[in-house]
């Protein structure tokens, strides 16, 4: 999927947030009534103004043969943030 999608995609968070319990429930969304974790997020733009960036969450879920988005937004919380 990166190999289309670039720079974009990211496939995981960062080590940082990874290690992060707070941030990393942050990332966590409802699917059908199940808790999922979703670290592989599309990204456009860099600034804090969320008029110039965007930040989708999203998650495969194999099962189904779906996406699942978990957010569309402004970017979740980080390290001091």
């Known amino acids: 999927m990166s190999s289309k999608l670039g720079a974009i995609h990211s496939a995981r968070e960062s080590d940082t947030v990874s290690s992060n319990k707070e941030l990393m429930r ?3 969304f409802d699917v ?4 999922t974790e ?6 456009i733009g860099v600034a804090d ?13 194999q099962e189904s043969k ?3 988005i978990g957010h569309c937004g402004v970017h979740l919380p980080l390290p001091g943030r």
């Open 38 to 43: 979703m670290s592989k997020h599309l990204k």
């Open 49 to 61: 103004d969320p008029t110039r960036t965007i930040r989708v969450h999203f998650e495969i879920m």
């Open 32 to 35: 059908e009534g199940v808790p």
């Open 66 to 68: 779906k996406v699942a």
């Open 26 to 28: 942050h990332r966590q």
